[in-house]
T-cell receptor, first 108, second 119 residues
């Protein structure tokens, strides 16, 4: 079964502290993985994708095939990082499977 | 990045009426569009995949006669909620991509969503 699991519904982190949003997936094949973000009253937008191996807004995510994980990390949280984060997987049928999302709340 | 628009942004209708929601790709040709439904504080649920010039593919549990999808051109897909009922009230979001691009790790571009309230 194809599945994306985000175990935390809500994550509260103090400003300046490290952030890690967990994501695990289940997929029989080589997945394409993404992190999407939805800021308050804005549309869903791509944050980063694993094939690009890029850092966006200080966030990085490494695909760990052994642990089937794609955790999102940032060393120092900023207040503007408060948002809803969705881990997602795309399959051979061109469909995206979203996790349930994690709300990140940065405390001042 | 590419821009996807939705119209209307919100709509209120009476029970039993039909509502049409439009999804447009403004600066690219979208061979594939997706329709999602999002309940409050929940994730996006894929309803159907809309391919230009062919019938939409519906996910399990989604009634095709209830949610009519038409993808008449490379820049427009419409979702019609027929005989709407209060339980159809939700946030409907569309996204667009080029066919085959997701599997190669390319992104979907999302519309801002349409909030439907059925009285």
């Amino acid at each position: 079964a194809q599945r994306v699991t985000q175990p935390e519904k809500l994550l509260s982190v103090f400003k300046g502290a490290p952030v890690e949003l967990k994501c695990n997936y289940s997929y029989s094949g080589s997945p394409e993985l993404f992190w999407y973000v939805q800021y308050s009253r804005q549309r869903l937008q791509l944050l980063l994708r694993h094939i690009s191996r890029e850092s966006i807004k200080g966030f990085t995510a490494d695909l760990n095939k052994g642990e089937t994980s794609f955790h999102l990390k940032k060393p120092f949280a900023q207040e503007e990082d408060s948002a809803m984060y969705y881990c997602a997987l795309s399959n051979r049928d061109d469909k995206i499977i979203f996790g349930k999302g994690t709300r990140l709340h940065i405390l001042p | 990045g590419a821009v996807v628009s939705q119209h209307p942004s919100w709509v209120i209708c009476k029970s039993g009426t039909s509502v049409k929601i439009e999804c447009r790709s403004l600066d690219f040709q979208a061979t594939t569009m997706f329709w999602y439904r999002q309940f409050p504080k929940q994730s996006l649920m894929l309803m159907a995949t809309s391919n230009e010039g062919s019938k939409a593919t519906y996910e399990q549990g989604v009634e095709k006669d209830k949610f009519l999808i038409n993808h008449a051109s490379l820049t427009l897909s419409t979702l019609t909620v027929t005989s709407a009922h209060p339980e159809d009230s939700s946030f409907y979001i569309c996204s667009a991509t080029l066919k085959g691009r997701l599997a190669r790790g390319h992104e979907q571009f999302f519309g801002p969503g349409t909030r439907l309230t059925v009285l």
